[in-house]
Each structure stands twice: as C-alpha cells, then as structure tokens.
C-alpha cells in the first residue's frame, strides 16, 4: 500500500527551539561587538575588567565600522 | 529543516559574511581610523593629557594592534549575531518572498533589511570615526540609535504584514505608508548630540568606506545562506514522499 505523505508540513520548516536559540545569539552579539563596556569580562575578573575594556578594545574598530556609538 | 542543521547553516553564512565584512573593514576602513585616532593624538598632546614620548607610542601601537586585529573577529561575531537575525526573518518569510528560487529570495530580504534596518537609521544617525563622539553621550546615543533601528524595521514587518492583506495593486499602498511612518520618526526623533569637530572630508570618506563594508556584509549573507538552503532544502521540501 503506498500512501503519499510529505514530510516536514509545519509552515516554516523550522523549530521554535531554533528561532529562540537564533535570537539568544543575535541579541548577545549585538550587546558584545555594539555595546560592551566591560560588563562580560567583569562577571569574572570584577571591576578591573571596566578598566582594561578588553572586549571594547577588540570590537572597537568594527564598531566605529558598523556605525555604532563610540567615542 | 532539522532543528541543528538549520542553526549550522544560519551560523555558518552569517559566520562568512562576517568574516568578508571585517576583511573588506580591515582593508578599507583602517586608514581612516588610524586618520583620525592620529588627530586624536595630536589633541591629547596638545591639551596636555598625554606626552608625545617613545613611552606613549609603545603604549599605544600595542592597544592599536588589538584593535585592529579584533576588525576581523567582531566581524565573524557580528556576521553570526546579525546572521542570525536574518535566519529567522527569512525562515518566517521565505514562502511568501518573491523569486523563484531560495538565493533569489534570500538575497531580495537581505536587500530589504539591508536597507530599513541599516541605510535608514544610517542617514539619521551616521557612522563616525574616532574623536567626533564624546563619551558622556554614548548611553544616549545607543538608545537613540536601537531604537531607530527596532521602529523602522518592526514598522516594515507591520506594513508588510499589512500588504498581505491587500491585492496586488494596493501592496504598493503599504509601502507608501512605510515610506510615510519612516519619514515621520526620521524627522521626530532627537538629533545626535555631538559636533563634530574633526576635518568633514575625513568624516565623509571614512562614512562612505563603513557603508561598503556594511553592504558587502549583507549582499554576502543572503547569497551565501540562499545557497546553503537550495543545497540542503529545496528537494526535501518539493518533492513528496511514498512509504
Ligand atoms: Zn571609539
């Protein structure tokens, strides 16, 4: 008996579970090339990490690129 | 699509495109920066801040080689992060994007949100190279700037929702009143607070640079995540199955 089905029939072939997981992304990066100031790198080296800017250092050209705020 | 090998995919283009992104960055944008971070410089000195000695050039020539490496990383973190974004938008609107196959319509979204979510906040709030930003206003201005960005482009998801609704001819009639909206925020919305005090020729350029880079970013993403979902979707989702 053969029977035809198609596989895959919810509307957009994706799960919910990757849409959330793709925002989850989306949103941390944004916050770390756009707008870190130090926040990551404090949640385990304290407040020095407000200092050193490791992170704005290193997204600092491509945030000046992108056309973010910077100084 | 399953679940991982949508992700990889979305990560993947978005990983690349980055990486072009930052590539053409590196080659292009660099010699503005390193412009302007010199007149940067030159103000410290002047004022009295900093002293021009072998010290503060050491200093300074180390911090700038991470900077300037780190053009290419947030590239690939950015090209994921946005990436991502795009993965989604075009997983919700890939059947009802005009073209007959996925790279034809990947790259007709990118082209859209290349421009609500990048062109249009570009011309209220413009890229600027170092020096013209103060620092006290970088809170304000990243506020201004989000939020620039989330009204037109959640404004172009609504007028396009809308669009939907109507039959052919009148599609054009949410597209005026994206157009209309748009043009009310631009002109309603608080200007950036900064002069700009370093030379305009070098501010213009080092724009002009920053849009080529932005633009290759997203003319990549949407060629590159259109091949990948022809590649690994197209004849799974076409074809029917017989058990
Ligand atoms: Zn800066």
Known sequence: MSELRQINVSKTGVSKLAIVALAIIFAAGLFVVGFDQGHIFSLVYGEQAFADLYIHELTHDMRHAAGFPCH | ?243
Not at chain 2, 31 to 37: E, F
């Open chain 2, 1 to 243: 699509m399953k679940t991982s090998l949508f992700i990889m995919i979305v990560l993947v283009s978005g990983a690349f495109a980055g990486f072009i992104h930052g590539t053409v960055n590196f080659a292009i944008v660099e010699p503005y920066l390193d412009q302007a971070i010199g007149i940067e410089n030159q103000n410290l000195f002047a004022s009295g801040e900093e002293e021009d000695t072998p010290e503060f050039w050491v200093e300074y020539e180390g911090y700038r080689v991470w900077q300037k490496s780190g053009q290419i990383v947030s590239g690939v973190i950015l090209g994921m992060s946005v990436g991502s974004l795009f993965g989604i938008v075009f997983a919700l609107s890939k059947n009802t994007l005009p073209g007959n196959n996925m790279i034809k319509k990947a790259v007709i979204l990118s082209s859209i949100m290349w421009f609500t979510l990048y062109i249009i906040p570009f011309l209220k709030y413009p890229a600027n190279p170092p020096t013209v930003g103060d620092g006290e206003t970088v809170v304000l201005r990243a506020i201004l700037y989000l939020s620039f960005i989330a009204i037109s482009g959640l404004g172009a998801t609504a007028f396009y929702k809308l669009s939907k609704k109507f039959q052919n001819k009148r599609k054009f009639i949410a597209l005026i009143s994206y157009a209309v909206f748009i043009s009310v925020v631009f002109f309603a919305m608080p200007e950036n607070p900064d002069k700009i005090t370093a030379p305009m020729n070098l501010v213009h350029e080092f724009r002009i640079m920053s849009v080529l880079g932005v633009t290759s970013f997203w003319i990549s993403v949407g060629l590159i995540l259109g091949f990948f979902w022809n590649r690994f979707e197209s004849h799974k989702e076409t074809t029917p199955h017989y058990t």
